[in-house]
């Protein structure tokens, strides 16, 4: 069992209509995943938390503690791990809660893939939460709310408490409080979205993403930052956005976009910012279009993996040197799309069934 299918399993086990032998091999892939593997699942189960059923039928004690103990042992290298980093910058009571911060998003992340097949083990398991992972009381405790866009799903708009607008693209999970309360307006967002804030001056409004943080009093800004790119990119519409990464931070005016890759774990990551980018093709996705331009193929290969849900294979002797640039109507479909795509020259294009398999001309 793939990643991709191990995802698809937990959709399908959310409505029920999952066979005994699927389940089992879920259960064998959970066995063997890695830690960042079991927060994909994580996040996938919280996204769906409102019409989680927890189930009966659970695996055995032996297979939870077994896999507990596997992400005890994670916790403790990702502890050791905070605790070198945090030796070389100044110490103090904001390294001590790094450091709690980091063994508590992957036991607690990892751990709820447990509770999505054994009912009989949520009791333990919150208690030893409370006892380990909820020793440290972050500003994450409150965004209890999760509006998401599937892969392959149609853009959606949202509006949040204080008024802001948020449209989601596909592929796209955000997290936000039922309401906002204290100094600031915490979201988190994994994939792409469009953000128009209530201006606010007491109160400023923080996106939290990979590796990074976007602070906003009142403004409109694009965010990308999807697990499957390379890097993230804030891109100011109108008003103003600071961007932190680590140590470092700029502040962006309209029409610039800063980049931050995701870099190696315990490396600080550079921003990089880019002038006169075009706000309308950034958002074409919110009107229903792709905008490519100057693109590599793999680049636009894992939009429109997303915007229509399929697996993409591209042979590695396919050029990453050829550009894209290129507008589509994602109503088009997939095989109009690839065939115009084809007619640049840049690659063969072909669907087999649920995979695009992509190969040098």
């Not at 399993?9 to 999952?18: L, P």
């Not at 939009?303 to 990453?320: F, G, H, K």
């Amino acid at each position: 069992m793939s990643l991709q299918e191990a995802k698809q399993f937990v959709a399908h086990f959310v409505i029920g209509e999952y066979t005994p032998e699927e389940k089992a091999a879920f259960l064998q892939w959970l066995s063997g995943a890695t830690v960042a593997e079991l927060n994909i699942i994580a996040d996938e189960h919280e996204a769906l938390h409102d019409s989680w059923p927890l189930t009966t039928d659970g695996p055995s004690s032996e297979w939870v503690a077994r896999l507990e103990q596997k992400l005890d042992v994670a916790v403790d290298v990702a502890i050791d791990e905070a605790i070198e980093t945090e030796d070389e910058v100044e110490a103090g009571e904001a390294s001590i809660g790094r450091i709690r911060y980091i063994g508590r998003r992957v036991w607690i992340a990892a751990a709820s893939v447990i509770v999505i097949l054994s009912a009989g083990a949520y009791l333990y398991l919150s208690q030893k939460g409370s006892d380990r992972a909820l020793e440290m009381r972050d500003r994450e405790a409150s965004l209890t709310n999760v509006f998401s866009v599937p892969r392959g799903g149609e853009q959606r708009e949202l509006t949040l408490p204080d008024g802001s607008k948020v449209w989601l693209n596909a592929a796209s999970i955000l997290k936000y409080p039922v309401t906002f309360t204290g100094p600031e307006r915490l979201v988190e967002l994994s994939g792409e979205a469009f953000f128009q804030v209530t201006r606010n001056s007491g109160n400023p409004f923080r996106v939290l993403i990979k590796d990074a943080e976007v602070e906003v009093l009142g403004t409109d800004f694009n965010v990308m930052a999807y697990e499957d790119e390379p890097i993230s990119r804030t891109t100011l519409v109108e008003g103003s956005v600071k961007i932190e990464s680590g140590k470092r931070s700029v502040k962006l005016e309209p029409g610039q976009q800063a980049q931050v890759p995701y870099p190696s774990p315990g490396v600080e990551a550079p921003i990089k910012v880019l002038s006169g980018i075009d706000p309308q093709s950034v958002l074409a996705w919110k009107d229903g279009n792709f905008e490519f331009d100057n693109a590599d193929v793999r680049t636009v290969m894992r939009s429109l993996a997303r915007s229509y849900n399929v697996e993409v294979q591209v042979d590695p002797n396919v050029p990453s040197s050829l550009p894209v640039t290129a507008v589509f109507d994602r109503k088009l479909g997939l095989a109009k799309i690839l065939e115009q795509l084809e007619a640049l020259n840049i690659a063969h294009f072909k669907i087999d069934g649920k995979r695009v398999i992509v190969t040098p001309v």
